[in-house]
């Protein structure tokens, strides 16, 4: 495609050069003013990513080997590596918030994956009032932050709350959910099961693309259902699997809002996620260095799981070829 | 088709049993994802002598409509939306805006480089905002801007987010470029094919990026937590925070302005119901 159009957009740069239309420029060749167009396109993106990714990054880098204080920038020494020694060896919140997050992305991560699945197989059985039922699953996703918050807040209330309503309906004792060191983070990962639609549509997208004539070919073979699921649509999913698992991952770890409206971190630390640590560092202690520390120790942590899964994802996840097209 | 497609399921001569039996269990899902939002609507109409009682009221005996009026003065509710729509719209500009030029550019124009730069927006799709959380915080006070909206707003108008370019620039890939070539046969200028040919094509995915973002900023909480210091300049997210402190135990009240809170949400939710699930069909963007 492209090789075929670039005679044609370099002839008709030709014609734009010596066009009326040109009124008096200089003639510059095609291909140089497109690249200097390009940039200049571009420049909002590279000025943003400069000046607040590439920057910020690397001076993140820089003040997590210094003991910067947001109250006493003034006295700033060097401390190598002290920060991520006191992180990673010394500071029990530090492990305390780790295993939090992890518990949490990983329920989380995980019913995320397997009910999306069942429930995008469940909805492509194609039936009738699927418009209106889909309105309802992705409702969730257009909502969150602190009022959703608040909701779920009222929900997990002990003595009057909605869960316990319904545990009560079904003969279940009470709970006492984000007061209780036990349940805090079951109880978060409910309420993030709530926006359980947004994956579901990404399966239920591929799984709209499978050709019918594999399940009859395969039917036709004496495949039983469970064969064919298991044979076909579930090799065909996986790309879907893997997008799931990744951004689930990434965005999983990075919990913050529920956490510091719901349960501030406790009770005892219990949901102590590890973004919210993070902010009490940089911003209630004002650690900054120590907090720059943090957010390096989790974005290596993140790079390492995200390769992981890049890795594993070569035996697990199939990429379609041919059979598709 | 779909009797097929119910095979995964079930072999075929179960097949009618099983198709009933999802659509249950799927009708039987929805409920369960409206339940949370009907007891929010149900609780905010009760007076709040009736919010404890149990077992639950679902249409309280006492409509009280007044616990929305009293809801928005109790805090500076409008001053706060009001608030957040300063912050909203700027952003929703500047984000498509900006991410349409750049996805553009990725997507139809050639210089050295591009390619390099393209592994960059995916690279930071993947970065975690932490990283960059505390610099740029010191960086925005450097400049003066803690306590104002620009620490908020000025992003959006550099590129608007490296997920936008990269949904906007498969986007524009689909588009076939006969059209382009010959505008610009024609003499016209790439701004010009881009707002008269690329764009008048792209508004599906263009009003995707306008839905995520406007609902992304209104329910930013993060963000105004640390940069707006004064409590007039508060957005609702902050607001709502500061008023669960106060009244902590005022539900009616509480769920009466977080569900007027949402509103904005669930309405450009219908309205771009459509993109929305669009979207996240061709982004996974969570």
């Known amino acids: 495609?492209?090789?075929?159009?670039?005679?044609?957009?370099?002839?008709?740069?030709?014609?734009?050069?010596?066009?009326?239309?040109?009124?008096?420029?200089?003639?510059?060749?095609?291909?140089?003013?497109?690249?200097?167009?390009?940039?200049?396109?571009?420049?909002?993106?590279?000025?943003?990513?400069?000046?607040?990714?590439?920057?910020?990054?690397?001076?993140?880098?820089?003040?997590?080997?210094?003991?910067?204080?947001?109250?006493?920038?003034?006295?700033?020494?060097?401390v190598g590596l002290g920060n991520y020694r006191e992180a990673l060896t010394e500071d029990r919140l530090v492990v305390q918030s780790l295993k939090v997050t992890t518990y949490y992305a990983t329920l989380a991560v995980a019913l995320d994956l397997f009910v999306g699945l069942i429930l995008a197989l469940l909805l492509n059985t194609g039936f009738r009032v699927i418009?209106?039922?889909?309105?309802?699953?992705?409702?969730?996703?257009?909502?969150?932050?602190?009022?959703?918050?608040?909701?779920?807040?009222?929900?997990?209330?002990?003595?009057?709350?909605?869960?316990?309503a319904l545990l009560d309906l079904v003969g279940l004792p009470a709970i006492d959910w984000v007061y209780s060191t036990t349940w805090v983070i079951p109880a978060f990962v409910l309420m993030s099961l709530w926006g359980v639609g947004r994956s579901a549509f990404i399966y239920l997208a591929i799984l709209q693309r499978i050709p019918t004539n594999l399940y009859e070919a395969a039917a036709v073979d004496g495949a039983g259902p469970f064969t064919r699921f298991r044979r076909i649509t579930l090799p065909l999913v996986t790309p879907a699997i893997f997008l799931n698992l990744v951004l689930g991952i990434i965005g999983n770890f990075q919990t913050f809002t529920q956490a510091f409206v719901i349960s501030e971190g406790g009770p005892a630390n219990a949901s102590l996620f590890y973004t919210l640590y993070l902010y009490r560092n940089a911003f209630r202690y004002f650690r900054v260095g120590y907090a720059a520390a943090l957010a390096w120790i989790l974005f290596a942590l993140l790079l390492v799981l995200t390769l992981v899964a890049f890795r594993s994802s070569r035996r697990w996840v199939y990429y379609e070829a041919e059979d598709l097209r | 088709m779909s009797a097929v497609a119910a095979d995964v399921?079930?072999?075929?001569?179960?097949?009618?049993?099983?198709?009933?039996?999802?659509?249950?269990?799927?009708?039987?899902?929805?409920?369960?994802?409206?339940?949370?939002?009907?007891?929010?609507?149900?609780?905010?109409?009760?007076?709040?002598?009736?919010?404890?009682?149990?077992?639950?009221?679902?249409?309280?005996?006492?409509?009280?409509?007044?616990?929305?009026?009293?809801?928005?003065?109790?805090?500076?509710?409008?001053?706060?939306?009001?608030?957040?729509?300063?912050?909203?719209?700027?952003?929703?500009?500047?984000?498509?805006?900006?991410?349409?030029?750049?996805?553009f550019a990725f997507a139809r124009m050639r210089a050295p480089g591009m390619r390099w730069l393209f592994v960059l927006v995916i690279a930071a799709i993947m970065l975690p905002g932490e990283v960059t959380l505390v610099p740029s915080f010191l960086l925005f006070k450097e400049l003066g801007w803690v306590g104002t909206y620009l620490p908020l707003t000025v992003p959006a108008w550099l590129g608007g987010g490296a997920f936008n370019i990269f949904l906007l620039r498969q986007y524009f890939l689909t588009i076939p470029r006969e059209q382009d070539e010959l505008a610009r046969v024609e003499g016209h200028s790439f701004v010009s094919i881009l707002l008269r040919v690329v764009v008048p094509q792209s508004w599906p995915a263009i009003s995707v990026v306008a839905a995520f973002e406007f609902v992304h900023v209104w329910n930013d909480f993060l963000g105004p937590l640390l940069y707006v210091t004064d409590q007039d300049s508060y957005t609702l997210p902050l607001g709502l925070n500061f008023y669960k402190d106060i009244y902590n135990t005022q539900w009616a009240h509480l769920m009466a302005a977080s569900l007027l809170a949402l509103l904005p949400c669930i309405l450009v939710f219908f309205l771009a119901q459509r993109a929305f699930t669009q979207g996240i069909v061709l982004t996974g963007r969570r």
């Open chain 1, 131 to 164: 418009g209106a039922i889909r309105t309802i699953y992705y409702l969730p996703a257009a909502v969150s932050g602190v009022a959703v918050s608040l909701l779920w807040l009222w929900i997990f209330q002990p003595s009057s709350g909605l869960a316990n």
């Open chain 2, 9 to 103: 399921l079930g072999p075929r001569p179960t097949g009618r049993w099983s198709r009933r039996l999802s659509a249950l269990v799927i009708v039987a899902g929805a409920a369960a994802v409206l339940l949370p939002l009907a007891w929010m609507v149900s609780t905010s109409l009760k007076p709040e002598s009736q919010v404890f009682r149990t077992p639950i009221e679902w249409v309280p005996s006492t409509v009280r409509t007044e616990n929305y009026r009293e809801a928005v003065s109790l805090i500076p509710f409008w001053r706060y939306a009001l608030n957040s729509l300063l912050v909203a719209v700027p952003v929703v500009i500047g984000t498509v805006v900006t991410s349409t030029a750049v996805a």
């Open chain 1, 1 to 78: 495609m492209t090789a075929a159009n670039a005679p044609v957009s370099s002839e008709g740069a030709g014609i734009v050069g010596t066009g009326p239309s040109r009124r008096g420029r200089r003639r510059v060749p095609a291909a140089r003013r497109e690249t200097w167009a390009a940039y200049g396109f571009l420049s909002p993106w590279v000025i943003g990513f400069v000046g607040l990714t590439v920057g910020p990054m690397v001076a993140s880098l820089v003040l997590s080997f210094t003991d910067y204080n947001l109250v006493d920038a003034g006295n700033t020494s060097w």
